[in-house]
Nanobody, 123 residues
Framework: QVQLVESGGGLVQAGGSLRLSCVAS????????VGWFHQAPGKEREFVAG????????SYAESVKGRFTISRDNAKNAVYLQMDSLKPEDTAVYYC????????????????WGQGTQVTVSS
């Protein structure tokens, strides 16, 4: 059992940057693989980036490759998403989620979820 809390969202102009944080409590996050997902109004929840428990492997959606970087600091029980060169189409609620067994893109395969943090990118 692990509880996740996201933070770092906000309003930013196109081309700007944000750094999202996902901090765990209740259990060490180091034993879990973590994914970031986003969901825009009227759209399905969509995989953005993932990282294995050790940080040894990462995966990105094609739409964010080269712009976003996922990382983790297990000593701080945290996973981060650095978002650069933001576009209006990145506007969504961003969630972090945890599972065991590797990075997958389907949100239904993740066991634990945070409450989400809003990211809004203006034109």
């Amino acid at each position: 059992q692990v509880q996740l809390v996201e933070s770092g969202g906000g309003l930013v102009q196109a081309g700007g940057s944000l750094r999202l944080s996902c901090v765990a409590s209740g259990r060490f996050l180091s034993v879990y693989d973590v994914g970031w997902f986003h969901q825009a109004p009227g759209k399905e929840r969509e995989f953005v980036a993932g990282i294995t428990w050790s940080g040894g492997s990462t995966s990105y959606a094609e739409s964010v490759k080269g712009r976003f970087t996922i990382s983790r600091d297990n000593a701080k029980n945290a996973v981060y998403l650095q978002m650069d060169s933001l576009k209006p189409e990145d506007t969504a609620v961003y969630y972090c989620a945890a599972r065991s067994g590797g990075i997958v893109v389907a949100p239904t395969r993740y066991d634990y979820w945070g409450q989400g943090t809003q990211v809004t990118v203006s034109s």
